[in-house]
């Protein structure tokens, strides 16, 4: 076999090289993927928190993570507004005020990659040679987040704007796929 022709055959053969890369990205990709922040009280500084500021208002957070998305951090800290609301005897609630409470920080994303190659070897077998690159890349975590300062009402006010709170908690437990 000429040098050309054992420099541009693969390094294992096409099914198990193939079967490694199909595995190797399924790990890292399992790696990679975090889970978004599900709903639940507050553990770590993650999920949803509530205090009762007055007798009719309280004040309602969701804080998520990484990979949660902001619509998820607006809807969560309405479904709980929404359970709290109910707990406490009223219908119907207006937010009176929202509070962003959204984290931001930038940081380097380093990698190490191998870069290898075929090279003739002692007694006509190929060798693989090669040398590692690392690689910085800027990134940004982002961790959503939200505070609502709600007021609670037992019959539905002309005014402000008020949500049905067990409407509100059933379309969106609906749509996240919670059990009531």
């Known amino acids: 076999m000429s040098l ?6 693969p390094l294992l053969p096409y099914r198990l090289s193939s079967s490694i890369l199909l ?29 009762q500021i007055s007798s009719n208002e309280f004040a309602v957070g969701f804080q998520g993570n990484g990979q949660t998305s902001l619509e998820d951090v607006y809807d969560f800290a309405l479904l709980r507004t ?22 931001m920080r930038s940081y380097m994303a380093r990698q190490r ?13 190929p ?12 990134k940004v975590d982002f961790k959503p987040g939200t505070l609502l300062r709600i007021k609670c009402f037992t019959e539905k006010p002309a005014k402000p704007f008020t949500y049905d709170a067990a409407e509100l908690r059933q379309t969106l437990r609906s749509k996240h796929k919670l059990r009531s």
Do not use: W
Not at 23 to 51: F, H
Not at 82 to 103: I, K, M, P, Q
């Open 4 to 9: 050309g022709a054992l420099l541009n055959r």
């Open 23 to 51: 595995t190797t990205s399924m790990v890292a990709a399992a790696v990679m993927c975090g889970c978004a922040t599900p709903y639940r009280p507050a553990d770590g500084g993650k999920g949803y928190t509530e205090s």
């Open 82 to 103: 929404a359970d709290t609301v109910l707990e406490h005897g009223a219908r119907f609630f207006a937010v009176v005020d929202a509070t962003n409470t959204s984290s």
């Open 113 to 125: 990659y191998y870069a290898g190659t075929m090279a003739p070897g002692g007694f006509g077998i």
């Open 127 to 138: 060798a693989v040679t090669g040398y590692f690159v690392d690689v910085q890349e800027p």
